[in-house]
């Protein structure tokens, strides 16, 4: 017996949206977004929330995220030059760690062509070991939680 497709999830369950314009180079040859290439919009997103919201100093400062756990899921494609609208939430907020969701949808659609999940664990930089989220940035992913 064939398992059950997830349902799309729907515009309504993300707190927050940003425009991704695709690229020519990430069409792949059958002429839609490479799948790899959704990691990179995921990426983008994610860490533009944290340093713009939440003050994340990727350079220089003392904590940082690394990703630990990836997902992507497919309903649909998009291709060059199709603008995304990708909407971003807080699923788990731990100590040291958050899983993201994400929803990437085609303006005016209500429904996700293409979701996914990204784990990161907040570490110390020069140690690599898990620490508290720092104040400042649990603050920008609290407003995110659905």
């Known amino acids: 017996m064939a ?3 997830t349902p799309p999830a729907s515009r309504d369950a993300f707190p927050h949206f940003e425009n991704v314009p695709t690229r020519w180079r990430d069409n792949d040859v059958y002429e839609h977004v490479n799948n790899a290439v959704y990691y990179g919009y995921f990426d983008t ?10 003050g994340l ?11 630990v756990e990836t997902m992507c899921r497919f309903h649909g494609s998009f291709a060059f030059p199709d603008t995304i609208e990708a909407g971003l939430r807080v699923a788990h907020l731990g100590t040291s ?4 969701e994400l929803g990437l949808f085609k303006p005016g659609e209500a429904t996700a062509r293409v979701e996914g999940h990204f784990v990161h664990v907040f570490v110390r930089r020069d140690t690599q070991r898990p620490v508290p989220i720092p104040e ?9 939680r659905r």
């Open 45 to 54: 997103v994610i860490n533009r929330w944290l340093i713009e919201q939440g």
């Open 97 to 100: 760690s958050v899983r993201y």
């Open 57 to 67: 100093d990727f350079r220089n400062g003392d904590t940082v995220g690394l990703a």
């Open 136 to 144: 400042k940035l649990r603050a920008c992913l609290v407003v995110l």
């Open 3 to 5: 398992a059950e497709k």
